[in-house]
């Protein structure tokens, strides 16, 4: 998969995407990212970006220009399955989103920032606006960042068997039941017995039992809803 992301902030982006599993990712070849300096966009002076709303109001919006040429310049390099908008007025992320992005092949997004994008940008060229939740970040980068981290993790062969994503929450309508390590006790507190029986099908069972509890208790929605 490759993503490109427009931003003016890249350095941002740089560190949650060069660590642990976003680079093994890329170093396997499996996901490329690059990221793209808005300014460079910018036919003005000072690389401008950014100008005042019409019909006043504070806060600065991202013009057309620099946005239409960064876009433009990489749709003329390969077809977007998707141009995604980060903002918090865009539909919340879920597993159900991470998953169907995964299986796309190209993606490109684009961070907002101030008071946002000038809206024919996002009536013209966004195919996709997409929120991580209901609170307002200063830019839409950390937002980006988590994305291509719930996508990026999903790739076939990113994560190993044993941190494979089939058994994340979510991803059967659940929260992940409790887990334990060494040591087995420590100042009295006990590791479930069941855990330490080797009885792999009762183990199952048990953790299918926790896992369905801590959904009642703390997701009940979950359960309600089909959809999630
Ligand atoms: N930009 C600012 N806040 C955001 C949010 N909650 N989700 C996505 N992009 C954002």
Redesign the pocket.
């Known amino acids: 998969m490759r993503i490109d992301i427009i931003t003016v902030l890249p350095e941002l982006l740089e560190s949650p995407l060069q660590h642990s599993i976003m680079q093994r990712a890329q170093d396997k070849g499996l996901l490329e990212v690059e990221v793209h300096q808005l300014r460079d966009y910018s036919p003005f002076k000072h690389k401008q970006v950014d100008d005042y709303q019409f019909g006043g109001g504070a806060g600065m919006v991202m013009m057309l220009e620099p946005v239409v040429r960064c876009i433009e310049h990489l749709q003329q390099q390969r077809a977007y399955d998707e141009i995604i ?4 007025d ?1 539909d919340t ?1 879920n597993q159900s989103i991470a998953n169907q992005l995964s299986l796309q092949g190209n993606l490109m997004i684009l ?2 920032h101030y008071k ?1 994008v000038d809206e024919r940008i996002r009536e013209h060229f966004i195919t996709k606006e ?11 980068e ?3 960042a ?2 291509v981290d719930a996508i990026g993790r999903l790739l076939p062969g990113v994560l190993n068997d044993e941190t494979s994503a089939l058994f994340d929450s979510f991803q059967d309508k659940l929260l992940s039941p409790p887990v334990y390590t060494r040591p087995a006790e420590y100042r009295g507190w006990q590791v479930p017995d069941i855990l330490l029986s080797g009885q792999h099908a009762k183990i199952e069972d048990w953790r299918y039992e926790q896992a369905l509890e801590r959904t009642r208790k703390r997701r009940p929605d979950l359960l309600d809803n089909e959809d999630v």
């Open positions: 908008y980060m903002t918090p865009g992320l961070c907002g946002g997409i929120s991580i939740g209901d609170y307002v970040l200063s830019g839409g950390l937002a980006a988590v994305l």
